[in-house]
Nanobody
Framework: QVQLVESGGGLVQAGDSLRLSCAAS????????MGWFRQAPGKEREFVAA???????NYADSVKGRFTISRDNVKNTVYLQMNSLKSEDTAVYYC??????????????WGQGTQVTVSS
């Protein structure tokens, strides 16, 4: 089993930056892809960004150029640097991980979520 714990959410103003962290523990050697999803009130959960253990990232079109995902394999931690935040980025952000090299819509492991609120 793998446990994921997010941190770094909060309340910011439009245009501000925020960095989310997600620390993995347990059988972390089995993990390849890690990343982030988000769910806004009244909406379905959506993909945000993902990164492979070795190399390779991908982003949702809505965050390209503003968000950057990175990973520290020694610390088993994935980060999401969010710049130029907009009110539409307001959501609960969930960390996800899988043994696959990509994150599908149903990753094997989920974190508990962290709230990001962007005021306009």
């Amino acid at each position: 089993q793998v446990q994921l714990v997010e941190s770094g959410g909060g309340l910011v103003q439009a245009g501000d930056s925020l960095r989310l962290s997600c620390a993995a523990s347990g059988r972390t050697f089995s993990i390849d892809a890690m990343g982030w999803f988000r769910q806004a009130p009244g909406k379905e959960r959506e993909f945000v960004a993902a990164i492979r253990r070795s190399v390779g990232t991908n982003y949702a079109d809505s965050v390209k150029g503003r968000f950057t995902i990175s990973r520290d394999n020694v610390k088993n931690t994935v980060y999401l640097q969010m710049n130029s935040l907009k009110s539409e980025d307001t959501a609960v952000y969930y960390c996800a991980a899988d043994m696959l090299p990509v994150l599908t819509t149903r990753p094997r492991y989920w974190g508990q979520g962290t709230q990001v609120t962007v005021s306009s």
